[in-house]
């Protein structure tokens, strides 16, 4: 059974001795996120990588939901066709994912409602 490997891998040595391994598969939606152009980059032989998103919250559970929010953002503006952003204030990123969450639970339930 194939195995696949995800969750912080942003330099391209570390994604070449995994995938050296028995592992079939490297994950790298964060990193992507925030430089979609780094396997062309590796491939070029250039040795980038992506610098990982931190945040030295107290309160573990909200910080972890802050860094999904930033990569949430830079997947929203890659998907308009816009550069990422990877320097996002973690805390905007969080309200404002926030918020168009509680816009969009809204709007579902005004659909329901009218159905």
Do not use: F
Request: charged share 25%.
């Amino acid at each position: 059974m194939p195995l696949m490997v995800t969750g912080g891998v942003r330099r391209k040595e570390v994604a070449e001795r995994v995938v050296g391994g028995s592992v079939a598969v490297v994950g790298l939606a964060t990193a992507l996120a925030i430089e979609p152009t780094l396997p062309s980059q590796w491939k070029e032989g250039q040795d980038a990588e992506v610098e990982p998103i931190v945040v030295r919250w107290k309160n573990r559970a909200l910080a972890s939901l802050a860094v999904a929010s930033v990569v949430k953002k830079q997947l929203g503006l890659l998907s308009q066709g816009k550069r990422a952003r990877p320097r996002t204030s973690p805390l905007m990123a969080l309200i404002g994912n926030q918020l168009k969450s509680r816009r969009q639970a809204k709007r579902y339930r005004q659909w329901i409602g009218q159905a």
